[in-house]
């Protein structure tokens, strides 16, 4: 079993920052790709960006410039450091491992976080 866990979520201004972090535990051989993604009520939830085990990485054009991903394999985290946010980035921002194997050889498997509330209002 593998969970994911998030933090760093809450409320700012516009123009502020925060930082989303990310853990897998449980029992982890390798994980391909780590992202985050987003959700508001009533829309499907969006790629924001993801981070490869190599480190190449791809984000949302509306990100771009003002978010910035980043992944330590050893202890098998990921991060999403947010700047200069805007009332449109506040949505649920779930945490995602793909390409996970839990051993050798086992299949590849996909995981998601239960998710943490950012909201950007003045």
């Known amino acids: 079993q593998v969970q994911l866990v998030e933090s760093g979520g809450g409320l700012v201004q516009p123009g502020g920052s925060l930082r989303l972090s990310c853990a897998a535990s449980?029992?982890?051989?390798?994980?391909?790709?780590m992202g985050w993604y987003r959700q508001v009520p009533g829309k499907t939830r969006e790629l924001v960006a993801r981070?490869?085990?190599?480190?190449?990485?791809n984000y949302a054009d509306s990100v771009k410039g003002r978010f910035t991903i980043s992944r330590d394999n050893a202890k098998n985290t990921v991060s999403l450091q947010m700047n200069s946010l805007k009332p449109e980035d506040t949505a649920v921002y779930y945490c995602?491992?793909?390409?996970?194997?839990?051993?050798?050889?086992?299949?590849?498997?996909?995981?998601w976080g239960q998710g943490t509330q950012v909201t950007v209002s003045s």
């Open positions: 995602n491992g793909d390409g996970v194997r839990t051993t050798a050889w086992s299949r590849l498997y996909n995981f």
């Open positions: 449980g029992s982890i051989f390798s994980i391909n790709v």
């Open positions: 981070i490869g085990s190599a480190d190449s990485t």
